[in-house]
Each structure stands twice: as structure tokens, then as C-alpha cells.
């Protein structure tokens, strides 16, 4: 056999070997991440908001002012940049956001931090951090957990139809970030299309009360009551039509809404609303 067709005749035996002619593959080996990842969803009035972020952990280490150093901008978390997506415009602290998709970074301070809503929403780290990319910075003011966390979060809470805190939380740091939405032009449209419309079926109840809350047509939120109650005599409606009918001046009206209220509320046992009636009619006299 001549020697420069050994390498051929090896190959086909390894070949035989396996069985099915191809080399094996190194098995794959999957190892757990030491900053997980994760992906925030929080709707906010009508805005949705999507933060995905890595979640480092303290191990035992100094974080502010140590493995993440005061004074330089930081991913907010680890490996790729904290990316937040906002379906509607926001305002963060009164700056205001337009919708979109935005790289969350941060300047880490003993007393305050810096906080960077940047264009550069794809990138790993601060790499290829460029300023003149910055939507909006702005200053707020650090306040310290009772208990130490141990992992990087990043949550809201204080959720209002309209507001929100955005609260960036490790060791024993809390930022706290207000976010505003506009969500009454964008509703107002939707109730008075849904009311314009041959729908059967409309939200009468839940239109009116919106108008009474946020100060608007009390005309129309006192006609949207009255067909809620044609479909459904409900305590809780009929109180709506009492408070709406106090705001407009109308004691007389007011007084017997919320005397049938009442009577309603006793055969619910819905003793709370009974209370509510009460106080309205002592306000009324």
C-alpha cells in the first residue's frame, strides 16, 4: 500500500467507526448565567412598557463605588445595555419621552444619580456609548433600603392610572424614577366612539365614571349612568348617579339617589356603600 494513501484509509475506518460516516460533535454543555436575564412588562394607564435587563448579584463584593465605580455611565445591570420600550409618550421625572425603544443608563452617585434615556438601544455595555446619542439626562436623588438586596432589580410600583414609580434597586441603593402618561385624550376618543357607534352593548358605566373622576362632561356622565342603570339597578351605579347629581347642584335628585343607593346596599350587604350614601346625604343637608 503506498503510505500517502494511509491518511484515506484512516479517514474511512473512523468513518466505519461512528457508523454514520461524520464525526461525532462535541456534546453541548450549558452553563448557568452569573447575571440572569430578564424582561420586565408593566402597563402604566394605556401605555405599555417592556424593560429587558441582566441581573447581576452582590457575591460579597462592594457594588456603588466599587465594582460599579461613582461617576461613570453604567449599563444599569450587566452585560447588553438595559433596553426599556414605551408604546406611548412618557415623561421620566417631567422630561419628556417620546415612544420608542431606548438604551436605560445611568451616571451612579453617592447622594444622586444621573439618569440616561439614550437613542443607542442595541449595544453591549457602554462600549460604544456615545453622548451626542443622549434623548434626555436628568438628576434624582438616592435613597437607602432597610434590608440589603442581593440581586439587581428593577420594578414599579405606586401604579396609578397615570403614574407610576420606576424604582432601580441593589444593596442597599433605591433610585426612584416618576413616570407620567396621558392616557385622557387617547381614552375620551375611544368613549365617544364606542357611544357613537350602533354597539349594542356599550361601557356606560365605566365611561361615566371616568367623566365624574377627571372633571369632564357631567351632562353626558349623568346621561351615561342613567342607561347603566336601565340595564343594571346596581348599588354602587346608583351611588355614581348621586355623586354625579351632587356635583352638578342637583340636591334634590342627589338625596333620593342615594336613599335608593341605600336600600340597594342592605339587600347586597354591601354595608360600605350604606356608609358612602350616608356621608353623601350629610353633606347634602
Known sequence: MNFRQLPVFLSIGLGLMLGSGA??????????????????????????????????????????????????????????????????????????????TYALMTVPGKDEWTIIVNKGSDQWGTYKYDEKSDLVRFKTKVKTLDKPLETFTIDFNEIRDDSSNLNLAWEKTCVPIKLEVDYSDKLISQIEAAMASDDAKKPYFQSAMFYYNHGKDLEKANKWVDAAIAEREAHYIVYLKAEILEKLGDKKGAMAAANRSIELANKANDTGYVKLNEALIARLK
Open 23 to 100: 464525526l461525532a460533535e462535541t456534546p453541548k454543555v450549558e452553563f448557568p448565567s452569573a447575571s440572569p436575564s430578564a424582561t420586565l412588562k408593566q402597563r402604566v394607564g394605556l401605555t405599555d412598557i417592556e424593560i429587558t435587563y441582566s441581573r447581576p448579584g452582590v457575591k460579597d463584593r462592594e457594588i456603588f463605588g466599587g465594582m460599579v465605580p461613582y461617576g461613570q455611565v453604567w449599563r444599569t445591570g450587566a452585560n447588553a445595555a438595559t433596553k426599556v420600550v414605551f408604546s406611548t409618550p412618557v415623561k421620566l421625572n417631567g422630561n419628556e419621552i417620546p415612544a420608542g
